[in-house]
């Protein structure tokens, strides 16, 4: 699966101060956006043919860091990997973490509940609602902050996956191309554009390329 290279990660780079970031073509897409910011901001796309493990400025996700900590400690197999990510997540969430489960980023709480989330700092969680695909999520407003909608981030390249909604959804676009096939037919939004899909409906969900949006959902626990 190709690394995503988008706006959110040529800022990072500017916001740690890193000059380039490596993206190989044979497993990268750099997107239009991440191009123009790059050039903008003097930060080097470098899309030699060597591929390093990750983009080299590309913050890891701290609960995969710690879950990874702890299965070094484990026999083999004495854990589910995804039962221990779940306790990880669950002791940040209770010792004040700040991020909502299948993810992390930075927010801010107002004493009267309004919560501001800074888009360029999220990282993505794992949707595990398609396996096999690499397909990103974080929920970034959840039931948590006493909302009765929810809101997050999705991100993956080429990829599809069948999807069967029993809540109300819209998609805004920001990066790439989102692929909704309904009915017989596909509708392709591009950043910028509105998905609404009413609860109830059977589609597809994907890209030939690559694609990252925002969705909001109602009610809260779509994932319930």
Do not use: F, H
């Given at each position: 699966?190709?690394?995503?290279?988008?706006?959110?990660?040529?800022?990072?780079?500017?916001?740690?101060?890193?000059?380039?970031?490596?993206?190989?073509?044979?497993?990268?897409?750099?997107?239009?956006?991440?191009?123009?910011?790059?050039?903008?901001?003097?930060?080097?796309?470098?899309?030699?043919?060597?591929?390093?493990?990750?983009?080299?400025?590309?913050?890891?996700?701290?609960?995969?860091?710690?879950?990874?900590?702890?299965?070094?400690?484990?026999?083999?197999?004495?854990?589910?990997?995804?039962?221990?990510?779940?306790?990880v997540r669950k002791a940040l969430q209770d010792m004040g973490g700040g991020a909502p489960p299948g993810g992390s980023c930075e927010r801010k709480v107002a004493d009267n509940g309004v919560v501001l989330v800074r888009g360029n700092t999220v990282r993505m969680g794992s949707f595990d609602g398609a396996p096999g695909r690499n397909i990103g999520l974080t929920d970034v407003i959840t039931g948590a902050d006493q909302a009765r909608m929810s809101a997050g981030y999705m991100a993956w390249d080429n990829a599809f996956f069948p999807w069967t909604?029993?809540?109300?959804?819209?998609?805004?676009?920001?990066?790439g191309e989102l692929h909704i096939r309904a009915g017989g037919k596909t509708y392709i939004g591009k950043p910028g554009d509105v998905f609404f899909i009413p609860s109830g409906a059977s589609i597809e969900f994907g890209t030939p390329s690559s694609v990252r949006f925002v969705y909001v959902t109602y009610p809260a626990n779509w994932a319930g």
């Open positions: 699966m190709k690394t995503l290279i988008s706006a959110a990660t040529i800022r990072d780079c500017r916001d740690r101060g890193d000059k380039s970031i490596s993206a190989p073509r044979a497993c990268s897409i750099v997107t239009p956006e991440a191009r123009d910011l790059a050039a903008k901001w003097g930060i080097t796309i470098d899309q030699a043919a060597v591929a390093p493990a990750a983009p080299t400025c590309a913050a890891a996700d701290p609960v995969a860091q710690i879950r990874q900590r702890v299965s070094d400690r484990l026999a083999p197999g004495a854990v589910d990997a995804g039962l221990i990510e779940q306790l909604l029993n809540y109300d959804e819209i998609d805004v676009v920001l990066e």
